[in-house]
């Protein structure tokens, strides 16, 4: 029996980001220090996981432990339903006070379709996107 997960520790430096499947179904994007993310970029890791996912959506885990800034139309990719069917759900841990305001202050304005919460723990974020992959397993079945 193959396994179904083929791309576990699959792994892509780019300038401004680290992307690496972690777990099944699990991309990690750690972010670089300073890091400015324009549409180009999101788009240029959107065909990564896209390449990698098909036909199936995987579960985002956002490392962001320095400074960045997303252009505002980045922004409103995130939030719009134009990633819906290729990611699941999103994990955002960031590593300051700060950020994780700025993080939530960006989930209540522009609500993103997708289920994201912010961690300030990775192994939180996680426990909690391998708990999602097991309640929609869960759902599936029933």
């Known amino acids: 029996m193959g396994s ?6 699959f792994k892509v430096v780019l300038p401004y980001m680290e992307i690496e499947v972690v777990a099944e179904g699990i991309v990690r994007f ?5 890091t400015v993310i324009d549409m180009e970029k999101s788009i240029e890791m959107f065909e990564i996981c896209k390449k990698l996912y098909p036909n199936s959506a995987y579960k985002s885990l956002k490392i962001v432990k320095h400074k960045m800034k997303l252009e505002p139309d980045v922004m409103d990719f995130l939030a719009s339903d134009a990633r819906k069917g290729l990611i699941s759900f999103e994990a955002v841990v960031v590593e300051s006070t700060t950020l994780k305001m700025l993080g939530n202050f960006y989930l209540k304005i522009k609500k993103p379709v997708i289920k994201t919460k912010i961690f300030d723990n990775e192994n939180q974020a996680l426990v909690w ?9 869960s759902m599936k079945m029933i």
Request: aromatic share 0%.
């Open 4 to 9: 179904e997960h083929p791309n576990i520790g």
């Open 129 to 137: 996107l391998k708990s999602q992959t097991e309640a929609q397993q």
């Open 30 to 34: 750690d972010l670089t220090r300073d």
